[in-house]
């Protein structure tokens, strides 16, 4: 890894429709359905519409209120900075608090 870039936080993705997370497309209805969710570093996310949400007990339940789709549901244990927010590529990005 070059000296000045740090380590990828890594996110808790769920929800439905596809993105491109890493350079990998993925079916998120799919995962979601069969293990709950995928952990992965966040170097690149792109989905139609992202929603942040910043306490796991409301990521677990998001899916029963917010019924939009497609949606990428997104949590991390660390906070999400400005160098992070520029890595995740949306027409929509919405923050749940």
Known sequence: MPKNSRRPKVILLKGNGPIIINS???ELITITLSHGLVGLPLKDLKAEKVIIVDDLETF?????????KPCCFVYSY???DDE??????????????
Do not use: P, S
């Not at 677990?60 to 939009?68: A, N, R």
């Not at 992070?84 to 608090?97: P, S, V």
């Open 24 to 26: 990998e497309m993925m």
């Open 60 to 68: 677990w339940e998001i899916h029963k209120t917010v019924k939009e």
């Open 78 to 80: 660390e906070t999400l």
């Open 84 to 97: 992070d927010m520029k890595r995740i590529k949306a027409d929509n990005i919405t923050f749940l608090q």
